[in-house]
């Protein structure tokens, strides 16, 4: 456990479905349910045959080259963003890293492990969470910021987050959930104009891989280069190379801007749900762009304690800098499962409300 600030840095929404054992209905991991689809189960198997060879990530890389038009020299692939997050912590030479909060905990957590002074910029509730470039110190050199946002599921406009970049300062842009944005609207990835500039996907989220771990970097040649010397030989096995050469694809790209639909579609649903109750103090952070929603509601811990009695796990928030106890997120599940969870949450709200009285 890493615990800045009282807040635990490296507590993910997975803890939340392995602890105490329950076969629980998962709300607390922002991976794609009923994933990887049966297609990249084959293909990924099919690289089974190869497994007495070394990997050769060029195919791979000269794919996800492709699908964002950039040369192969402006990618690196990772085992997962979490591995991108520690290379950028080790490779760079930054005397000022900020991270902007409350998101993804990892950036953080790899950097203060690589012995750097974190500074923070808490974005704030009555904002929405929106970024406000001037609040970032003039004088940071690196500046860490996701978008959509990682818990808020606030979908920062492209020209703010650029407005952050700075002669000799590295921005680095986490869009891990942007493949699940319709259009993937307001991304980076692919830019070249953006000075100092580094973007960092995943296809673990959209695709169910996050046993394989599997991501990539883009970002100049010259950073990949220093990336490149941090990381081990063969870091990326093979079955991963074959996921990553497939899941960009025309027919994979196709497959996962249909599930950015019909995940906007459920997360509408789930919205529209939670509406019902704000007689009880629940508030959902609007507009909501990711396959997950925040929320604020009182008790919530005894909330979340009692949707585990009943079934539901769903991710804690007080583990997020900027985020207090008050806080949960929940991922987007289909309706019927939306449905089920809204019937318990009902009772797990009247359920805290008798313990508070």
């Not at 509730?125 to 609040?135: I, K, M, Q, S, T």
């Not at 004088?139 to 920062?156: C, K, Q, W």
């Not at 000799?168 to 500039?197: C, I, K, N, S, Y």
Request: aromatic content about 4%; overall charge negative; glycine content about 8%.
């Amino acid at each position: 456990m890493r615990t800045e600030g009282g807040h635990d840095l490296r507590h993910h929404g997975d803890a939340e479905v392995r602890d105490g054992g329950a076969a629980l209905v998962d709300l607390a991991v922002n991976v794609r349910a009923d994933t990887p689809p049966a297609w990249l189960r084959e293909r990924i198997a099919g690289s089974l045959g190869s497994l007495a060879a070394y990997p050769d990530g060029r195919p791979a890389r000269a794919a996800v080259a492709a699908r964002h038009g950039l040369p192969v020299e402006r990618v690196l692939l990772t085992a997962g963003a979490a591995e991108a997050f520690v290379l950028l912590a080790r490779a760079l030479k930054v005397r000022r890293p900020v991270v902007v909060h409350p998101q993804f905990t990892e950036p953080e957590a790899a950097l203060r492990d690589a012995g750097h002074t974190v500074d923070r910029v808490l974005l704030r509730e009555e904002d929405g969470f929106r970024l406000d470039p001037a609040a970032v110190p003039e004088e940071a050199d690196l500046v860490v910021i996701g978008n959509p946002t990682n818990p808020t599921s606030v979908l920062h406009p492209a020209a703010s987050i650029t407005e952050l970049a700075r002669p000799g300062r590295t921005l680095v842009v986490d869009e891990a959930f942007m493949d699940a944005v319709p259009g993937e609207r307001e991304a980076l990835a692919g830019r070249t104009d953006v000075p100092g500039l580094v973007v960092l996907r995943s296809l673990t989220k959209t695709w169910g891989l996050a046993g394989l771990r599997i991501g990539y970097v883009l970002a100049s040649p010259e950073t990949i280069a220093d990336l490149e010397r941090a990381q081990p030989l063969w870091p990326v096995s093979t079955p991963a190379l074959a996921a990553a050469e497939a899941c960009v694809t025309s027919t994979a790209l196709a497959e996962a801007a249909h599930a950015a639909h019909r995940i906007a579609a459920d997360r509408t649903h789930l919205v529209t749900g939670l509406g019902e109750f704000a007689s009880a103090g629940l508030r959902v952070v609007e507009p909501a762009e990711g396959p997950f929603v925040l929320v604020r509601l009182p008790e919530a811990a005894a909330v979340r304690r009692h949707l585990r009695e009943l079934g539901f796990a769903v991710r804690r928030g007080d583990t997020f800098p900027g985020l207090g106890e008050e806080w949960l997120r929940l991922a987007v599940r289909d309706r019927a499962t939306v449905s089920r969870f809204l019937g318990a949450l009902e009772r797990a709200v009247e359920a805290a409300r008798r313990e508070s009285l």
